[in-house]
């Protein structure tokens, strides 16, 4: 017991290791692509071309003060971007492996349970900063992300009544001969377009609004807490990819090719930043609601009379 124990937190910790590598060399890629889509060149100085500046960086900000503002809710100012990146590194917990696998049978409902609970560490960070800036953009971020829960939640449940079971496992065998993707695009699109709203992407980054936000909900965060905001963000960017590429584009996850499926639909959320600019607030609302609910609702509602159909004449 106490092996197999041993084994599954070794495994748990070495994914997480990854994750995080992989996260800081997003955030390079990330400079990199935005660079020469602004005709410049990105980082380049530390290390050979530049592939050592997210550890510099990460010293950097860890080696800085960290700001407390006097009226804030201490406790809950510093804790929440603690368990920020906790709940993003411990949804990974669904990930499959071929060796004493976290995955579990409910794994689907296990990443919406810990998606639903993002949405209060974003509302805590901003109200317990004490600052009407950072209590706003909070506010926004965590409208903009139930409204797209919604839809992201019907999607899945969609392709869960299609398949009959929450397992990530079964992703992959009902992909054998067919890609989701295929069956349902529009679907994939609304998939891919809330992933960019629940992470706070461009160009739904509605807490982000410069012109009268500053930085949205982690206005009054420096240093190591910033720090942690922003690797649960990036955590969350390569969960989204790899729940993309798992769900709609084969899901073939002991093979090489599904880590380079991976990789581009990471680039995919980042030319999209580089390319669009921030939505109206109302728009968003409107797509949400007025286009990505009716979407989603219909192909549930169609992929209900597919499964009920098969159950009947199989």
């Not at 060796?99 to 049978?105: A, D, E, I, Q």
């Not at 079971?165 to 992703?171: G, I, Q, T, V």
């Not at 960019?196 to 420096?222: K, Q």
């Not at 499926?261 to 390319?275: A, D, N, P």
Request: proline share 3%; aromatic share 18%.
């Amino acid at each position: 017991m106490f092996y197999d124990l041993f084994m599954f937190i070794l495994n748990f910790s070495l994914l997480i290791i990854c994750v995080l590598i992989s996260v800081a060399f997003l955030t390079l890629l990330e400079r990199k692509v935005l660079g020469y889509i602004q005709i410049r060149k990105g980082p380049n100085k530390v290390g050979f071309l530049g592939i050592l500046q997210p550890f510099s960086d990460a010293i950097k900000l860890i080696c800085k003060e960290q700001p407390i503002p006097i009226l804030s809710n201490y406790l809950l100012y510093y804790f929440s971007p603690v368990f920020n990146l906790m709940i993003s590194l411990v949804v990974w917990l669904v990930f499959p492996y071929l060796t004493y696998m976290c995955s579990f049978s409910y794994g689907v409902l296990f990443f919406m349970c810990c998606t639903s609970l993002g949405v209060y560490t974003m509302m805590i960070s901003g109200w317990s900063s004490n600052s009407n800036y950072s209590l706003l953009g909070s506010l926004r971020s965590v409208a903009q992300t139930i409204s797209y829960e919604v839809s992201l939640i019907l999607i899945l449940l969609s392709l869960i009544i299609l398949i009959g079971s929450f397992n990530m496992m079964h992703f992959m065998n009902y992909q054998n001969y067919c890609w989701f993707i295929i069956i349902s695009f529009p679907l994939a699109l609304a998939f891919f377009a809330s992933c960019l709203a629940e992470t706070n992407r461009t160009p739904f980054d509605f807490a982000e609004g410069e012109s009268e936000l500053v930085s949205g909900f982690n206005i009054e965060y420096g240093s190591s807490g910033f720090t942690l905001i922003f690797l649960s963000e990036y955590t969350s960017i390569v969960f989204m990819s790899m729940l993309l590429s798992l769900i709609f584009l084969g899901g073939d996850f002991y093979s090489f090719l599904f880590f380079i499926k991976l990789s581009i639909v990471s680039l995919m959320f980042i030319l999209v930043r580089g390319t669009l600019p921030r939505f109206r607030y109302d728009k968003l609302m409107y797509l949400a609601w007025k286009t990505f609910l009716p979407l989603s609702l219909n192909f549930l509602g169609g992929f209900v009379g597919v499964s009920i159909l098969l159950t009947l004449f199989i």
